[in-house]
């Protein structure tokens, strides 16, 4: 399919890198797609690693950073096999980005830049966010390698973000060491290009219909001095604009409800988790910062999702005023019928969520923390 839609041609790449688009053509086609399959026995392998983490150092010792990265790594895994069995649906909003756009706002390129300048922005700091808590996690560990494989001390660094069962006693290379190192890192080492891709999907989808949709809302006017004929047409051709939105809308529902639904429940865990060990007596200056650190991390990611579908949201909530504002009473019954249609269809904005639970805005963003808090007050209440 010819890509001529600005910003397309940029979301398939990145899908493709981080293994979440199988619609490939060319000499490497085969070696791609088996590749892309690979790639979720590895997350799969990955998950059961960093949970297997969590009972090396001691379950209860294990409830902060371990616990997040198992998260981290569940979600994931979940988020890459969901993106694998409804492959085609990715191939389908994005065949229906292009669609929309060539059918009914041509000539509006312009326009649509103009709404979506942000949007590349956005997914570069998010890049740049991801890389940087990977490296944060990651690259001190493998320093620590290097120096023990050069010099050969038994003692490893105290390393700023490490492993709850090593920051409060003498860090020593031995097989628990390395085995809670590379089964916790499996998430910043596989499972955070797969996180960067579907929420790169999910900015990109929601960026460009909060385009499309204020591209439609400019076009609701009844046009002055038409004839009755031409009017009807011109309305009819609205109600198709309008059915084209909505069968996408739907579309991203259904792809990101049920990955977002477990991003937003696995997180609240993680929160409740790491308030947990923080408010423990013993916990050190150092393990303190490690927790708020990880913390920081996970609320990044949950805020930023959610900020972008509460745009989209608030975004699409417009349809309903601008219909209403047309000059419906000058039209004929006949008319008004479509109208009345395309006012019930506009009076339910996008709304990401899995059949009603966790839904993806920042209500529920700040709902979650309150529910954690919550969560976290009654374990200190039962000790």
């Known amino acids: 399919m010819d890509m001529d839609v600005p910003d397309l041609p940029y979301l398939i790449k990145i899908l493709k890198y981080s293994g979440h688009y199988y619609n490939v053509s060319g000499r490497w086609a085969n070696f791609i797609r088996a590749f892309q399959k690979l790639r979720l026995i590895i997350n799969a392998t990955a998950m059961s690693m960093s949970v297997w983490a969590l009972t090396i150092g001691g379950l209860r010792s ?61 997914v570069k700091v998010y890049i740049v966010m991801i890389v940087g808590i990977c490296s944060a996690m990651s690259l001190p560990f493998f320093a620590d390698l290097v120096v023990w494989f050069v010099w050969e001390t038994p003692t490893a660094f105290r390393i700023p973000i490490g492993m709850d069962s090593m920051v409060d006693k003498e860090p020593v290379r031995d097989a628990t060491y390395f085995a809670v190192v590379l089964f916790s890192n499996c998430w ?64 991203i529902r259904r792809t990101f409800g049920f990955p977002f639904f477990v991003q937003n429940l696995l997180g609240s865990f993680c929160i409740c988790s790491l308030l947990y060990v923080m408010s423990e007596n013993g916990a050190t200056l ?34 309903f005023e601008a219909l209403y504002e047309m000059n419906w009473y000058t039209l004929r019954p006949s008319d008004r ?29 700040m709902s979650m923390l309150n529910t954690s808090y919550t969560y976290f007050m009654f374990l200190k209440s039962i000790e």
């Open 62 to 122: 294990s409830l902060g950073i371990e616990m997040t990265y198992a998260c981290l790594t569940i979600m994931t895994t979940v988020q890459h096999f969901h993106m694998y069995r409804n492959r085609t649906r990715t191939e389908a909003i994005i065949a229906t980005f292009q669609e929309i756009r060539n059918t009914y706002q041509k000539g509006t390129d312009i326009e649509f830049k103009n709404y979506t300048r942000f949007m590349w922005k956005v």
């Open 286 to 319: 150092l393990s303190q910062f490690i927790y708020v650190f990880n913390m920081i991390a996970v609320l990044m990611i949950l805020a930023s999702t959610a900020h972008v579908a509460q745009h989209v949201k608030n975004t699409t909530s417009e349809v």
């Open 188 to 251: 910043t080492i596989l499972g955070g290009v797969t996180q960067m891709g579907v929420d790169t999907f999910l900015f990109v989808s929601c960026y460009s219909l909060s385009s499309m949709v204020k591209t439609f809302c400019k076009q609701l006017k009844v046009p002055p001095n038409s004839t009755p004929e031409e009017t009807t047409a011109h309305i009819r051709l609205l109600a198709a604009h309008q059915q084209a939105l909505y069968k996408l809308q739907t579309e």
């Open 337 to 365: 019928k479509y109208l009345v249609t395309m006012l019930g269809v506009a009076r339910n904005p996008l709304r990401i969520h899995f059949y009603g639970l966790l839904p993806l805005d920042m209500e529920n963003f």
